[in-house]
């Protein structure tokens, strides 16, 4: 009876092992700064770590697919420059999907050259990343964006508004995240996703389209992008054009935080918003209890490194690896 409950603990530990590191970073901070879970500060965390969020959802199919993207942090401050360009040239009515359009043709570039030429995906996605900088900055002429009209707009409402007291850009993240879990975990597509990731190989010989299903990963990234553009654009109605600098290694970081693997197959969407909310919270801790900015950017890495490690020992039962 005592080396079956022992199992059952295991088996709870290699399923829930990151909620569970999650868990453990919540009560540390709280019993540091009693402000920690105030819900003023619960829903700020929140609400800031949207828009990473979004792009995370994106990038979690990319990895799952067994491949990589980082090119989404340029992407982003292109979205954002294009629409708030757009916005006093055409309207914000036509500005939105011509953004939108602009940025699911680079998701398809991408898509094509990963897919369909089978290029490696790290080095076509950091290609990527310098072309689309330069790309925004000779759109922008290397200048940062402003609406003209700021009072006169209703586009403010993606970064600024709220429904019910929830913020817009929290609705937006919620709504996303549940509709590509369900993308994800109940749809044939998801299921070809998994398998692409799992072993390309065999998803190929059992008849499924491994290209087309690499390509539409890219293109649903782009779209996420796309969106996490719009609520960034919208929440100051100006931008620096290098406003989503840096980006792409913090959402590939909540990705992996959630539990998806670089070799690809594994991953959910749930656990992805989990590694999400883990980082913006260990930003938000850490901010509270007093650290330097500089200090924070080490620490944060000890416990993402902490948390990935033990993660990873509560699903192989054992801390270290056979492999000294």
């Known amino acids: 009876m005592a080396s079956m409950s022992k199992a059952d603990i295991g088996r709870i530990l290699a399923r829930q092992g990151i909620l569970i590191a999650f868990a453990v970073f919540i009560i540390g901070f709280t019993l540091a700064n009693e402000r920690f879970l105030s819900p003023d500060n619960v829903m700020g965390v929140i609400r800031s770590s949207a828009i990473l969020g979004v792009m995370a959802l994106g990038v979690t199919f990319v990895v799952i697919s067994g491949n990589l993207d980082l090119s989404v942090g340029s992407m982003m401050s292109f979205s954002t420059i294009v629409v708030l360009d757009l916005h006093d040239k055409i309207g914000p009515a036509l500005a939105i999907p011509a953004m939108f359009a602009m940025t699911l043709c680079l998701g398809a570039f991408i898509g094509f050259l990963v897919g369909y030429l089978k290029l490696n995906s790290l080095i076509v996605t950091l290609g990527m990343l310098s072309a689309i900088h330069g790309l925004t900055l000779t759109y922008s002429g290397g200048q940062n964006m402003d609406i003209v009209d700021k009072e006169g707009t209703w586009f403010g409402v993606f970064g600024q508004g709220s429904a019910l007291g929830i913020p817009v850009p929290i609705l937006i993240f919620v709504a996303l995240a549940a509709l590509l879990g369900i993308v994800l975990a109940k749809t044939p597509f998801g299921r070809k996703v998994y ?29 996420c992008v796309a969106t996490a553009g719009l609520i960034q654009a919208s929440r100051s109605l100006g931008s620096q054009n290098t406003v989503g600098q840096g980006l792409e290694l913090d959402v590939l970081a909540a990705v992996i935080l959630g539990g998806a693997s670089l070799l690809g197959g594994s991953g959910t969407i749930f656990k992805t918003v989990i590694g999400v909310l883990i980082l913006g919270f260990i930003q938000n801790g850490l901010l509270l209890v007093g650290l330097q900015f500089y200090v924070q950017f080490v620490v944060t890495w000890v416990i993402i490194i902490l948390a990935v490690w033990l993660d990873i020992a509560a699903k192989r039962g054992k801390l270290w690896s056979n492999i000294a």
Do not use: D, P, Q
């Open 195 to 223: 398998a692409v990731g799992g072993n390309g190989t065999a998803a190929t010989f059992s008849g499924i389209k491994r290209a087309r299903v690499v390509f539409l990963c890219y293109v649903m990234s782009a779209f």
